[in-house]
């Protein structure tokens, strides 16, 4: 199973990673460690399951934040699309509970212009391939 | 009833009962001390709650999902209370650290619900064409 993200995630990530004295500076690292070794089924089972039709399943991962010591609960929140035809999982979305880009909810119109933009990079191959076991590098 | 729904009300008559011990708690330090662990256990529990019932969640049709909703509008009734009644002890300070861990879950079962409100029982037809779109690609 391949690890892809689109732009909307990497400009969210960035934004978080920017400045380590926001508190953000381990969201690679606990991407890593909530999907590393998982099957779509593993993901399926252990996270909340947002959206289903056919091959396509939207899900919200709650996440760990290491780097204030903050459990899955109050940490950050990771939207991925698991796609069984192209058998890949997309992270669409970071953010997180708390602190200066802290969110609570994202609105519908907010999942669709997520789905927009990966059916869009999806269509144009301009999804970037991630590798999860060296802190979210992409893979060239 | 489903075994979704009896783990979400058994959780709800915990909370209630853990709210008349905190109510009728005073500032004595063992009494503090008490409240203290009741309340991180009520955390625990509310964590582990959520976490527990989210696989059976996924698996809910939508009138499943529909039917459950109002037990966890129960629940999410219930934590409010608690975090008015601890918002309001005169020795709020002392059992700070507990109130904002049980809180933090509050907030959680308010994100639960939301979610199903919002996407798993809503009939959104733009978010399914899009999805649908995306499985024709």
């Known amino acids: ?44 089972n252990l996270h909340f399951l ?18 204030q010591k903050i ?10 699309l698991g796609n069984k035809k192209y ?18 909810d994202l609105r519908d119109f907010e999942y669709k212009e997520l789905l927009k933009t990966y059916s869009k990079e999806l269509v144009e191959k301009r999804l970037v391939l991630h590798n999860l076991n060296n802190d979210l590098t992409p893979i060239v | 009833m489903t075994g979704i729904e009896e783990k979400v009300i058994r959780f709800e008559q915990e909370n209630e009962k853990a709210q008349k011990f905190v109510l009728g708690g005073d500032e004595h330090l063992d009494i503090i001390l008490q409240v203290r662990n009741v309340v991180d256990g009520l955390s625990e529990r509310f964590s582990a709650l959520l976490t527990n019932i989210t696989p059976d969640v996924n698996n809910l049709s ?9 037990s966890l509008l129960n629940l999410y009734s219930t934590s409010i209370r608690m975090v008015a009644i601890l918002k309001k ?10 109130a904002q861990k049980y809180y933090v879950e509050v907030e959680n079962l308010r ?19 899009i999805i649908g779109h995306i499985n024709d690609l």
């Not at chain 1, 969210?12 to 099957?39: F, H, M, Q, V």
């Not at chain 2, 994100?111 to 064409?129: A, P, Q, V």
């Open chain 2, 111 to 129: 994100e639960f619900i939301y979610d199903l409100e919002n996407f798993r029982t809503s009939d959104d037809d733009e978010l399914t064409k």
């Open chain 2, 62 to 70: 939508t009138q499943q999902v529909t039917a459950l909703i109002p």
């Open chain 1, 87 to 104: 058998n890949h999982i997309a992270l669409l979305k970071i953010y997180p509970k708390r602190g200066k880009y802290g969110q609570s």
């Open chain 1, 1 to 44: 199973m391949d690890i892809l993200s689109t732009s909307t995630f990497r400009e969210a990530k960035d934004l978080l990673i920017k400045r380590p004295e926001n508190g953000y500076g381990s969201c690679c690292k606990d991407i890593c460690d909530a999907l590393t070794d998982l099957t779509f089924d593993d993901i399926y």
């Open chain 2, 89 to 98: 002890l005169p020795w709020i300070l002392d059992v700070r650290t507990s």
């Open chain 1, 71 to 80: 459990g899955s609960s109050s940490g950050y929140r990771l939207i991925i």
């Open chain 1, 50 to 67: 947002i959206r289903e039709t056919g091959d396509i399943r939207i899900i919200k991962v709650r996440l760990k934040n290491s780097f």
